[in-house]
């Protein structure tokens, strides 16, 4: 009896080690709320100004790369053949085939692997592409990875088993000075979400369609609990009333209209 308990307890055993920064899981069974972003924590937060290593191997620093535009950062991995991919390919086909791609933005993908290098980020570009000019990629020095992923809430740990990254599928939205606007978790980013969210990122900036984003933002407000913007509920419930109060007021012009012909 006392064997089978000693076997049951080394069996279930699960330890955690820290190696450059990323924590390493040993187990089984990977709690998936240990990957949750405290949203309310970072929003309106500056993101680290970090510097970043492009395709063609100059150093910048990522404010200079967001050169006052609104940004939605991606943290992936270039060697990743899960939801990495699938994360950058469906936004790339959401700006290609909507009118996002009218829009001034930039893209960031930027490699929280210390383990890939240019030949890596060189290899996904040509297989993934093409992108639009949007899009921007780059890798970390190994003590940037940790700064600018504390800097937004993001978290990712290192599986030995699988010989892969567990990390957090999110799209980041920053404001041209480089604060973090708005957090939109998934893998198929939805247009009216992407562009809300740039709205927000724009700071207040005026557009040409001006007009349309504030209606956007005057008609939806964000549901953490889905991660997607849904119809404002002031708007329904404000609507609903307009119309009560208008029947209410054509009832009576109608009602004082056949007395009057009535006398």
């Not at 936004?91 to 290609?96: A, C, D, F, P, S």
């Not at 957090?168 to 920053?174: A, C, D, E, M």
Request: aromatic fraction near 12%.
């Amino acid at each position: 009896m006392m064997a089978g308990i000693l076997l049951l307890l080394l069996t279930s055993l699960s330890f955690a080690t820290v190696m450059g920064g990323a924590q390493v899981f040993k187990k089984d069974f990977f709690d998936p709320s240990l990957l949750k972003i405290d949203e309310g924590k970072y929003l309106g937060s500056f993101v680290a100004n970090v510097d970043v290593i492009l395709r063609d191997g100059k150093t910048v620093k990522l404010y200079d790369l967001i050169k006052g535009e609104p940004t939605i950062l991606l943290l992936s991995y270039y060697t990743c053949e899960g939801s990495c991919p699938l994360r950058i390919n469906n936004l790339n086909k959401l700006i290609k085939e909507t009118s996002l791609k009218d829009r001034d933005f930039r893209v960031l993908v930027l490699s929280f692997d210390k383990q890939d290098t240019l030949e890596d980020l060189k290899e996904f570009v040509d297989t993934h592409g093409p992108f639009t000019d949007h899009w921007v990629f780059g890798l970390l020095k190994p003590e940037d990875i940790e700064a600018l992923a504390s800097s937004v809430g993001f978290k990712f740990f290192y599986s030995e088993r699988d010989k892969t990254f567990v990390h957090t599928n999110v799209y980041i939205f920053l404001s041209p000075d480089g604060r973090v606007t708005r957090y939109l978790f998934g893998v198929v980013p939805r247009e009216r979400d992407v562009r809300i969210a740039l709205i927000e990122a724009e700071s207040g900036r005026a557009t040409l369609s001006s007009i349309v984003d504030l209606a956007l933002l005057v008609c939806y407000t964000y549901d953490p609990s889905r991660s997607t913007f849904v119809v404002n509920p002031t708007i329904i419930f404000g609507g609903i009333g307009f119309a009560l109060f208008g029947s209410v007021a054509l009832f009576a012009l109608i009602s004082g209209r056949l007395a009057k012909r009535e006398v």
